[in-house]
């Protein structure tokens, strides 16, 4: 299975089609500081920057993540019921989820607990791909280079119209990153 490091970090979205102007606007349109109604990486960094999820899942308040901190902080924001199980609802349900997770399921009990969602995220390489000093740690600047990228599917350096609407449901109430 070819493995895209953006689908297991941000997950695959389906977008339904919202304009980019509207969109970003009711979603931190305040980032689009040039109000072009889409967002650069420097944009996007500035505002991400300021953003709990990081220093929430940094336990050791280092500035940077850890391989197991980076995994278990992804892990719990996909285990939205925090019964310690990233069930197939969980994969479905709020993340719009294309990646199949049952080819890490070892047990094939339907769900995937903290070290079978670990273990296939290591085998994934995301965590080394965005390392990029490779000094085995992610700093706040290196994990939001990461994201941005997973949401930046064309590579053109701005998030655009269809790509905002995956950015904006992720950002939103009750979404992935939820701040």
Request: glycine share 14%; hydrophobic share 30%; aromatic share 16%.
């Amino acid at each position: 299975m070819t493995f895209n490091l953006h689908k297991i970090a941000l997950t695959s979205f389906v977008v339904f089609g919202l304009g980019a102007a509207p969109a970003l606007a009711d979603c931190h349109g305040d980032w689009d500081t040039n109000q072009d109604a889409m967002l650069d990486q420097t944009e996007y960094g500035t505002a991400y920057g300021e953003n709990a999820w990081f220093d929430e899942r940094d336990l050791d308040a280092d500035g940077f993540l850890t391989e197991d901190e980076y995994n278990t902080g992804l892990y719990q924001s996909y285990d939205r019921d925090e019964d310690g199980l990233f069930s197939t609802e969980e994969q479905e349900v709020g993340y719009r989820a294309t990646e199949d997770y049952g080819v890490w399921d070892g047990d094939a009990d339907g769900a995937l607990t903290e070290d079978e969602f670990g273990t296939g995220l290591g085998e994934a390489g995301t965590f080394g791909t965005w390392d990029a000093d490779s000094d085995g740690l992610l700093s706040q600047d290196e994990f939001g280079t990461g994201v941005y990228g997973g949401y930046d599917a064309d590579t053109s350096g701005y998030l655009e119209e269809t790509e905002v609407g995956a950015y904006c449901d992720d950002y939103g109430e009750e979404g992935f990153w939820d701040f």
